[in-house]
């Protein structure tokens, strides 16, 4: 798909998040924004690096509650889960 440059210039400024909120409100529900790449490939990932960390202890928490331990000291952990969520990380090799 070709785009011309003013319409390139706009999206540029925009993030695929506002560009889905933009397409939900217009009823496409079910479209993804597909081959998204930064455009300065030197820039720092700013997301996601964080968001699959906490995914991840995310997954631990709920692997825990699940087995009938409480959210307290958990969620936020304290230094008893934390280094608990250590070793559960090394052991599933994540």
Do not use: C
């Amino acid at each position: 798909m070709t785009f011309s440059e003013d319409s390139r210039q706009k999206l540029k400024s925009v993030s695929t998040a506002t560009l889905t909120s933009v397409l939900l409100k217009h009823g496409l529900r079910n479209v993804s924004i597909r081959n998204v790449h930064k455009i300065n490939k030197g820039a720092p990932r700013l997301v996601g690096a964080g968001t699959f960390e906490q995914t991840v202890f995310e997954d631990f928490a709920e692997e825990r509650v699940r087995a009938g331990e409480g959210i307290f000291g958990l969620y936020p952990p304290e230094a008893e889960a934390e280094q608990a969520f250590r070793e559960w990380r090394s052991k599933k090799g994540r």
